[in-house]
């Protein structure tokens, strides 16, 4: 539940210190994501101890620790103390932007199952309270509607389905990491989505790779296709870097949504107490006459943690897209779990601009 990683990880150092027994000096602690160890931070415990009072102890304590890749994760560290499987479910308000100052309100409800380490059913269920967005208007792309009739999701769903998905999350080799989800994969598009990450936990740079099936569904939110009849295969290579004090680069490279080939860039800056902010751009090979007036992809984000908010430790947030318009070129499906941000929290990269939080 902690949204800062050090924290986690300095609170169960200091809980092993107090409960293990003295012949114990060295702690291995493996975070684990969606039933996937994302890194092992070793700290011995002699450290711990004689530091706990010292001056600028984080500092101090951060050149005695090491980060590394962590491997397999043992069976019996997942599965005989009531883990698996789990069940967790949220309702919560929410809010979805199709452009600047139109869009929606409404509650959004989610579950979750684990159904044992690295399997996840999950789905999500929206209720609009109100909303502006005028379904009516008349797509000016020659492209497939794959964005552009976004209004009449919003209009003729109420209350939809927007995902129930089975995902498999793996380690399938030292610093790599897998995901294949397969479902309703988001409020628009159904299919399945496969997904590779090369991440080395000390490294600025990772790198992915993404492939889709998806076929377009029905407007009304329910489980049909009928009404577009189009499915496409798509796909993306990414190169992620981290440059340091939260600035995050991502490049996309491939096959989106409506058939189009190009490229989006993306920037964010992810701050200490969890707000992140960040814009991205698309270019592709649709002509001029097939954009309509949206053009291209692109947009600005953010994703505000709610911790102020609840006064007590979640790492839910509320995130928010504005976008000019739902732009058929360069569209990427939505799909929930992709690695690279769970897998980092867990990194240096993350790891050291908070690590302050390790003794709190």
């Known amino acids: 539940r902690i949204d800062a990683a050090a924290q986690a990880i300095g ?3 200091r809980a092993l210190s107090n409960v293990m027994p003295a012949s114990v000096e060295v702690f291995e602690i493996v975070p684990v994501v969606n039933g996937v160890g994302a890194s092992k931070v070793t700290i011995r415990r002699s450290d711990l101890e004689c530091l706990e009072f010292a001056a600028d102890n984080a500092t101090a304590l951060r050149e005695r620790v090491t980060i590394t ?75 497939p509607h794959v964005r552009s009739d976004g209004g009449l999701y919003a209009e003729h769903g109420d209350v939809a389905l927007e995902s129930l998905t089975l995902a498999w999350f793996a380690r399938p080799g030292e610093n790599l990491y897998s995901r294949v989800t397969i479902g309703y994969l988001e409020r628009m598009h159904a299919g399945v989505s496969g997904e590779l990450l090369w991440k080395p936990a000390d490294s600025k740079l990772a790198l992915g790779a993404e492939l889709n099936y998806t076929k377009q569904r029905d407007t009304d939110g329910a489980f049909g296709f009928g009404e577009y009849n189009y499915d496409i295969v798509t796909g993306h290579v990414s190169a992620y870097y981290d440059f340091g004090n939260g600035y995050l680069g991502q490049l996309d490279v491939g096959r989106y949504l409506a058939g189009d080939v190009g490229a989006t860039l993306s920037f964010d800056r992810v701050f200490v107490n969890g707000w992140r902010v960040g814009a991205f751009a698309t270019v592709t090979d649709a002509s001029d006459a097939a954009l309509g007036e949206s053009g291209y992809d692109k947009g600005i984000r953010i994703s505000i943690p709610l911790n102020w908010a609840l006064g007590n430790q979640t790492k839910n947030s509320l995130g928010l897209t504005l976008r000019p318009g739902g732009s058929d070129a360069g569209a990427k499906l939505d799909v929930d779990g992709r690695l690279y941000d769970s897998i980092r929290d867990y990194h240096t990269g993350a790891l050291d601009p908070e690590w302050g939080r390790v003794w709190r």
Do not use: C, H, I
């Open 11 to 13: 609170r169960t150092a």
């Open 69 to 143: 890749d962590a491997g397999p994760v043992p069976e019996y560290a997942l599965g005989d103390d009531g883990l698996y499987p789990k069940f967790r479910w949220s309702l919560k308000p929410a809010v979805r932007m199709s452009e600047p100052l139109k869009g929606d309100v409404g509650g959004r409800l989610t579950a979750s199952f684990d159904l044992q380490p690295g399997l996840v059913l999950s789905g999500s269920v929206y209720g609009r309270v109100y909303g502006n967005t005028d379904g009516s208007d008349p797509s000016g792309s020659s492209l």
